[in-house]
């Protein structure tokens, strides 16, 4: 039996994926990335945006057309939304929501009548070898006014931090160098655990344990990141400098509409806070433009706050609408050529405060992940500091390998070194 899923989204889609890809390696399917019929097509389907529930809608269609006898499943966000029309696509689809992506073990073995399996077999699998995420917890219990996501993904649940440990462990021996932590509201870990945790005293723990282990934040809210974890990330040289955090905004008025718990002098003491005691640190950040009611005035003002900043890169996105927040109904909606304009001006500040930040690392050792080898020969990795970096290698390089580079160029996308 042959599978393919396609995933759309956020990274905890894409670790949500790899799961689902290890209970049906386990179960004797057989993964094909080629894009032909296969017994069984799961689309993991994302909703932040009116355009990601078009792409989902375009793949469940394509994914139909292409295996009319295989089965398909859609799940994730784009199904767990009440305005979703995925279901009148065909009466054939499959439908499973966020809540019951644990139980996919059970519906692969009833949909397909199976009833042995070699439990002892290893069916950890990883589609990226070199980087893998690592889910903390689900749901997310803000509301900001503009997003759909606390209503498909439910209340906050936190993973008991022996199960992460347990994974993260089962990861680093799958040949893996570099962990994402990961989760629909990353800073609440701990939340209804039984035990005294949080996500300062997790990475703690994963850092000590695992010190040749490079770790990495994914996206975590402003007023999460405590001095606990300023403190963590500067006693360990394994916890990678860079952190997303989703700005969204720098106008206060702005930033109220959308139910952000902070303003913009919280935002720049909490920045201060981390360059005081991590200097070298990227800081990249989301930012939202056109949201119902931003004045010129308004995004002027952000404008000049993410040159303030001085972020390493800013995600821009233009505000999207969706039908059950109450940012939908807001009556003083932005004109789309307006926000087309706008995150076409925004996009062009960070394409160049990116340019400045590569062109700082002249001159200085840093160390990479290789990752693959591009046409032109060239080895691309990361640093721990978010920058793509490419060098030429020799016969010792190989994918997955730590490597120490003396940077001698830099380039909008990235910066360019030689082996030390």
């Not at 009319?68 to 767990?80: D, F, L, S, Y």
Request: charged share 30%.
């Amino acid at each position: 039996m042959t599978f393919r899923i396609t995933t759309l989204g956020c990274k905890v889609n894409q670790y949500e994926s790899e799961k689902i890809k290890e209970a049906l390696i386990l179960r004797g399917f057989s993964e094909i990335d080629e894009d032909k019929p296969c017994d069984l097509h799961i689309i993991n389907t994302c909703t932040v945006t009116h355009i990601a529930d078009r792409k989902s809608r375009q793949k469940i269609r394509h994914a139909v057309k292409l295996s009319p006898n295989g089965k398909i499943i859609a799940t994730g966000c784009g199904v767990g939304n009440d305005s979703s029309d995925i279901s009148k696509i065909s009466d054939d689809i499959i439908i499973v929501k966020n809540k019951d992506k644990n139980k996919f073990a059970d519906i692969i073995e009833n949909l397909f009548s199976i009833k042995e399996y070699d439990h002892a077999q290893n069916a950890f699998v990883r589609s990226n070898r070199t980087r893998a995420y690592l889910k903390t917890g689900d749901g997310c219990e803000h509301f900001c006014t503009y997003c759909i996501v606390p209503y498909v993904r439910g209340k906050v649940v936190s993973r008991p931090s022996e199960d992460i440990m347990k994974e993260a462990s089962e990861i680093i021996n799958s040949g893996c160098k570099e962990i994402v932590l990961t989760a629909i509201h990353l800073g609440t870990y701990g939340y209804g655990l039984d035990e005294n945790i949080n996500l300062a005293i997790l990475l703690d723990r994963l850092a000590t344990k695992f010190p040749e282990t490079r770790f990495r934040i994914s996206s975590i809210e402003p007023m999460d990141f405590s001095e606990d974890m300023i403190s963590v990330m500067k006693n360990h040289s394994g916890i990678c400098r860079h952190i997303h955090l989703p700005l969204q905004h720098a106008s206060d008025k702005v930033l109220k509409r959308m139910n952000r718990d902070y303003g913009k002098d919280d935002f720049r003491k909490i920045i201060e806070k981390i360059r005081n005691i991590i200097p070298e640190i990227s800081i990249t950040a989301d930012v939202i433009v056109g949201f119902p009611g931003e004045t010129d005035e308004d995004f002027a003002e952000l404008c000049d706050f993410v040159k303030e900043i001085n972020f390493y890169r800013c995600h821009v996105f233009k505000y999207s609408k969706r039908e059950g927040t109450p940012a939908s109904k807001f009556k003083d909606q932005v004109p789309e050529i307006v926000k087309a304009n706008r995150s076409a001006e925004l996009i062009k500040i960070s394409s160049d405060l990116e340019f400045e930040r590569n062109k700082s690392f002249i001159g200085k050792n840093v160390t990479i992940l290789t990752e693959y080898k591009n046409e032109s020969e060239f080895w691309n990795g990361l640093t721990s500091e978010y920058i793509r970096a490419e060098f030429k290698g020799n016969e010792n390089i190989k994918e997955n390998m730590f490597v120490d580079l003396k940077i001698t160029e830099a380039t909008p996308e990235g910066v360019k070194g030689v082996l030390l």
